[in-house]
């Protein structure tokens, strides 16, 4: 485990240090956090504990940690504000400092309810950024490419299962063989975030597709193991794929957007194009919250607005 700060002159004091180690290592091993967020995490905290000690003068201890108040927690905050975070950053950082305090509070350690009553910033919620229905088509369509193995197989059944049933690319690469789609089974159960079930339909086309990859596959495809498998037969890593969809868009001149999850962005927006209820989107995507799917509606809007402006004669 990484120290938690490089300088050679410490900010925190190796018991508080300690316990942020203990913390992250707790977040990676048993919430499954990514190596990105433990990342960012340690480096918010290193930069919280540097605040700390340059409020105290010494380097940062537990007492220190717990004895801070509510307008302390705004001083930090405006401290990162106006050393250029925005308000994503920001956010994540509190959502860190809130993480540590759940910790030592949950452990008995100490209890500290200041930085709970500090709002969390606003964040502005991007809109997802779908392809057309022709790019969309184009891009899982296996005419890009000149290669008919059982790897081009491979990536067009991947990329069906991501733009015909609107699957994260964790969910399409973590489908074990006995999931696969086939013509007496087109129905995927897939768990998603949060242990979330759903089940989503399979299109013919894709049914097609994880065929031809099976009966292609050099592999022997084991039932509970990986249906798709990487050129050394190993696990697929959702990096080739990205990799296909790159060498696609340089082909097919698509935009920067067209990337593997704009095949599920365009699943949505297509199904809401066509007349689909909200709420069996958010089915069919595995959302939590009905306000997480309601996002493809300002997409939706932004085309028709976009198709009158450009077809209206006063246009």
Do not use: N
Not at 32 to 39: E, F, P, R
Not at 181 to 187: K, M, S, Y
Not at 278 to 285: A, M, P
Request: overall charge positive; hydrophobic content about 45%; aromatic content about 6%.
């Amino acid at each position: 485990m990484q120290p938690i700060i490089a300088d050679p002159s410490p900010v925190a004091a190796p018991e508080l240090a300690a316990l942020v180690d203990d913390w992250l290592d707790r977040l990676s091993v048993e919430r499954d956090a990514s190596d990105a967020t433990i990342v960012a995490y340690r480096r918010d905290m290193a930069q919280f504990f540097a605040w700390l000690s340059r409020e105290v003068g010494h380097a940062a201890t537990l007492s220190d940690t717990t004895s801070l108040d509510m307008r302390a927690f705004r001083r930090f905050m405006a401290s990162r504000r106006r050393a250029g975070l925005e308000s994503r950053s920001l956010a994540r950082t509190m959502s860190a400092l809130r993480g540590f305090y759940r910790f030592l509070e949950k452990e008995e350690i100490a209890a500290s309810r200041a930085v709970f009553s500090v709002a969390m910033p606003k964040v502005p919620r991007g809109v997802p950024k779908p392809l057309t229905r022709e790019k969309a088509a184009a891009l899982v369509e296996d005419d890009f490419t000149s290669k008919l193995d059982w790897i081009a197989a491979r990536d067009m059944a991947v990329l069906l299962l991501l733009y015909g049933s609107g699957l994260r690319i964790s969910e399409a690469l973590s489908l074990r063989t006995k999931d696969a789609p086939t013509a007496l089974r087109d129905v995927l159960r897939i768990d998603g975030k949060g242990g979330k079930e759903r089940l989503v339909p399979a299109l013919p086309v894709t049914i097609e597709a994880v065929a031809r990859y099976r009966k292609l596959c050099p592999y022997p495809l084991t039932p509970d193991g990986p249906l798709f498998l990487g050129a050394k037969g190993g696990s697929l890593s959702p990096r080739i794929i990205q990799l296909v969809v790159a060498r696609a868009r340089e082909a097919l001149g698509l935009p920067e957007t067209a990337t593997p999850h704009a095949l599920r962005h365009s699943f949505a927006t297509h199904l809401l194009s066509a007349g689909a209820d909200l709420r069996q989107i958010q089915e069919l995507l595995g959302h939590a919250s009905l306000s997480t799917t309601q996002i493809y509606t300002e997409v939706d809007r932004e085309r028709l607005l976009e198709v009158y402006d450009k077809a209206h004669p006063r246009g």
